[in-house]
């Protein structure tokens, strides 16, 4: 069995070496053909799938991870698919991704910095749909000692241009220690602090337009419930 840290030696030429320990980002994982199924699959789901936040909305696939374990659901086959082809390259050490969400950004829309939390597998695994965005890394807050300085322009530290059909892979210290957003606006300039320029085919001074965006961020949730308990029973 591989250390828990480490992917299968054919993914180290996508790490993001600007960027922390560890990013890999890997340009045209899947198929024009397979994004065109899959943006159908995702509005094939039923309205009530659809979770309406602030900025964007939600399908959420496998159970809802809760700290006391996941009362797992099944995950249809045209998810399970990708579900497995992540595992096997060794993002989850060994185990099966076992959870799925779905999230729809339309053009404009974007999510606050944030960490996913310790009811996931420290690994995060994202699939894009449709349209490009820039993803924004953050120092988290106690790092800086001076409360002045503690806005989020100056906590930023660079971002990752991700493109439809890429797999993003972040795990380490790009997974348990920063902070990641997507900043709500229609069009990104791209600049030297886009860690994955190259890599991932934008251009300094580049301007992107957004449009609507669909991703699938597949994570292994360790903690299920074993059993169906009925729930409010102690």
């Avoid at 070496?17 to 159908?40: H, K, M, S, V, W």
């Avoid at 390259?89 to 060994?94: D, E, K």
């Avoid at 972040?170 to 320029?197: F, S, W």
Wanted: glycine share 6%; with cysteine.
């Amino acid at each position: 069995m591989e250390h828990p840290a480490c992917i299968l030696e054919d993914l180290k030429q996508f790490i993001v070496n600007g960027a922390p320990p560890t990013a890999y980002y890997i340009p045209d994982f899947i198929t024009e053909d397979e994004e065109a199924y899959l943006l159908q699959q995702v509005y094939k789901s039923p309205k009530t799938k659809w979770t309406q936040l602030s900025g964007r909305r939600l399908q959420n696939w496998g159970g809802l991870p809760h700290p006391k374990g996941m009362l797992p659901e099944k995950i249809p086959d045209w998810l399970q698919t990708y579900c497995e082809r992540i595992s096997h390259l060794g993002a989850f050490s060994g185990k099966t991704a076992n959870h799925i969400l779905v999230n729809e950004y339309k053009q404009g829309e974007g999510i606050m910095p944030h960490e996913d939390g310790p009811l996931y597998h420290p690994t995060v695994t994202t699939i894009s749909l449709g349209s490009h965005t820039l993803l924004d890394f953050y120092a988290p807050i106690s790092s800086l000692e001076d409360d002045s300085l503690q806005t989020e322009e100056n906590r930023f530290l660079f971002s990752l241009l991700v493109k439809p059909r890429s797999l993003l892979i972040l795990q380490d210290e790009m997974y348990q220690r920063l902070l990641h957003g997507i900043q709500p606006c229609a069009e990104d300039m791209l600049t030297d602090k886009v860690a994955n320029l190259s890599a991932a085919g934008g251009l300094q001074d580049e301007t992107l337009t957004r449009g609507t965006r669909v991703s699938l961020t597949i994570r292994h949730v360790p903690k299920v419930m074993k059993n169906r308990l009925i729930l409010g029973r102690k």
